[in-house]
């Protein structure tokens, strides 16, 4: 019953080491007082907190899963850039808050899948062109090369670096070279698998590859056994 009820609240079941939340905080930490400085000094003190908010989500993403398929570049980058755009031109266009609110981010996420580049944290980038305040729609399309791509910029580069000293860390995930497998399920096949779910998977075809081998040597020592005890059993 509690497994149950553990799987249905989605707890989180796949334990990290110390040392990777140490490291994941650590980078956090460093990302978001980089972007904080550079909006603040951008932009002005006013557009610090909305803008950053969205960066803070992207952080998680980034320095948290950095081998998740929503933390790779290309959603990172053209996610917030395609929200900003939504959310300006909602702004500007859309006399109600509202509205604009609820436009700015629904164009965001239909554009992202049409984009492939889903980046959850471009829904706040979107929302916050609307309501972010009077400096932020000043800005205009502004908004979109700085504070959005500047952050983007900032951001991108810190994970690169940051996480290029571990090697379980390497960002983007296709640095990691993917192990070679003598299994018949390649990564073309994995990818036919993720395309035909039906919804985003936040899993990159290599992870599943690797996944796909640690659980088969998890389980050989299980499977020799069982073989062992119905020889026995035979004799």
């Known amino acids: 019953m509690m497994q149950l009820l553990l799987r249905l609240m989605g707890f989180e079941a796949t334990p990290t080491n110390h040392l990777d939340k140490l490291v994941s905080g650590v980078g956090g930490f460093i990302a978001i007082a980089l972007m904080t400085w550079l909006t603040h000094y951008a932009v002005g003190p006013a557009a610090v907190m909305p803008v950053v908010a969205s960066m803070g989500a992207s952080a998680v993403l980034l320095f948290a899963a950095p ?16 929200s900003a755009i ?25 554009a992202m899948y049409y984009g492939r580049c889903i980046h959850p944290p471009g829904g706040a980038t979107a929302l ?5 305040g009077t400096a932020l729609r000043k800005l205009g399309f502004d908004y979109v090369l700085m504070p959005v791509a500047a952050n983007v910029v900032l951001i991108l580069t810190v994970a690169v670096v940051f996480n290029a000293p571990f090697r379980w860390r390497h960002y983007p995930a296709g640095i990691s070279r993917p192990r070679q497998t003598k299994r018949r399920i390649t990564r073309d096949d994995w990818r036919h698998a993720l395309t ?16 796909h081998e640690l659980a088969i040597q998890h389980a050989r020592p299980r499977r020799d056994a069982s073989k062992r005890s119905q020889k026995t059993r035979a004799a």
């Not at 081998?67 to 395609?82: D, E, K, R, Y």
């Not at 959310?87 to 981010?105: M, N």
């Not at 035909?196 to 996944?211: M, Q």
């Open 128 to 132: 916050t062109a609307v309501l972010g």
């Open 67 to 82: 081998h998740g398929q929503l933390s790779q570049p290309w959603p990172l980058a053209a996610g917030h850039v395609i």
């Open 86 to 110: 939504a959310g300006v031109t909602a702004a500007r266009f859309i006399a109600d808050p509202f509205l604009a609110s609820g436009a700015a981010v629904g164009v965001a996420i239909t």
């Open 196 to 211: 035909h779910i039906g919804s985003v998977a936040d899993i990159t075809e290599d992870d599943l590859i690797e996944l």
